[in-house]
């Protein structure tokens, strides 16, 4: 949707991405305490972002100092993209961040170094329901650059992979092949069972944390206003901080999609999930039952 994207391993990046992510499986040695949050755009990575950086500032573990996470908004954990911060050599200013090392990515699993998958760092992964998904980037999309194509056609080109990280399908498949050192969440249950969710991602960073304290801090309003509090922020990839918040719904895809749009989804779903104990169940909760 907004041009000038590569196709590098399957997967389309910007150029400048593509070289980051060699200079990062060159360069960067998971340590044991570290903590990748990892995501397909527009699935909850703010949202994640948000609860760990809380989970880690109110957890009780007292062995570790979290105090460099205290000034920290759901967007100023490290991303792994952010070339401008590691440049061609990300080595040295990997090594200068404080331990526990947070970072997020929308790199797919096989992007990152091997020894990430040996390392005993921690990976937790957040997905969503490919249609909501595409909602959030269509409407991202016609934020930032105004609608220069028909959601139709931006549809065709999310189902054939032509989105930032993209194709959503192979990004999703790939962490939950991994999901035995994986932590697998998703925006669906995380919405209907936060509590439960939080208790979770903080047992598997080895903390006790004040659960409802994080889950309220973090809720949608609460973010989306402390967002707008800090004024007119801009996120590295050129996205205005409140560009995050929209609606924050489950199933918004009812407004925008037609059942036609929905069965092509679940098709593609079928067809590239075929085989791996993956479907699109994993996003139903019962939570209200
Ligand atoms: P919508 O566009 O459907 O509202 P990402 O952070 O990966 O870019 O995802 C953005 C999506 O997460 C947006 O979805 C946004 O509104 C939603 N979101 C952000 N913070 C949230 C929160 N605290 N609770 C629920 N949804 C949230």
Redesign the pocket.
């Known amino acids: 949707v907004d041009g000038q994207r590569s196709r590098y391993k399957g997967f389309w990046f910007k150029p400048e991405f593509i070289t980051a992510s060699e200079a990062i499986r060159a360069h960067y040695k998971p340590l044991p305490s570290d903590i990748i949050l990892a ?1 397909f ?7 994640l972002k ?1 609860l760990t950086s809380s989970i880690l500032r109110h957890s009780s573990t007292t062995h570790s100092d979290h105090d460099h996470l205290d000034h920290l908004n ?1 967007h100023e954990v490290v991303p792994f993209l952010e070339i401008e911060v590691f440049g061609e050599n990300p080595s040295k200013e990997i090594t200068e961040i404080s331990s526990p090392r947070v970072f997020n990515t929308h790199l797919p699993l096989s992007f990152l170094p091997e020894t990430v998958k040996t390392s005993g760092c921690r990976v937790i992964y957040i997905t969503r329901h490919p249609a ?1 998904t595409f ?2 980037l269509w ?2 999309y016609n934020n930032k650059f105004g609608t220069e194509i028909s959601i139709r056609e931006a549809f065709d080109e999310f189902c054939k992979g032509l989105v930032p990280a993209g194709p959503y399908f192979e990004h999703v498949l790939e962490f939950w092949e991994a999901r035995d050192r994986v932590l697998f969440v998703t ?1 669906e249950d995380l ?1 209907a069972k936060p509590e439960e969710n939080v208790r979770k991602i903080a047992e598997f960073l080895g903390c006790k944390t004040m659960v409802e304290k994080v889950v309220k801090d ?3 309003e ?3 206003n402390t967002s707008k509090e800090r004024g007119e922020g801009v996120h590295w990839s050129g996205t205005k901080y409140d560009m ?6 489950v199933g ?1 895809w009812k407004n925008h999609l037609t059942q036609e749009m929905m069965k092509e989804l679940e098709d593609l779903a079928d067809l590239k999930w075929r085989g791996s104990g993956l479907d699109l169940n994993i996003f139903n909760t019962t939570a209200s039952q």
């Open positions: 995501s755009p527009k699935t909850g990575t703010t949202w948000a759901p909501d909602v959030s409407h991202l925006y919405k973090c809720s949608f609460n973010l989306r995050f918040f929209r609606k924050g719904v918004d």
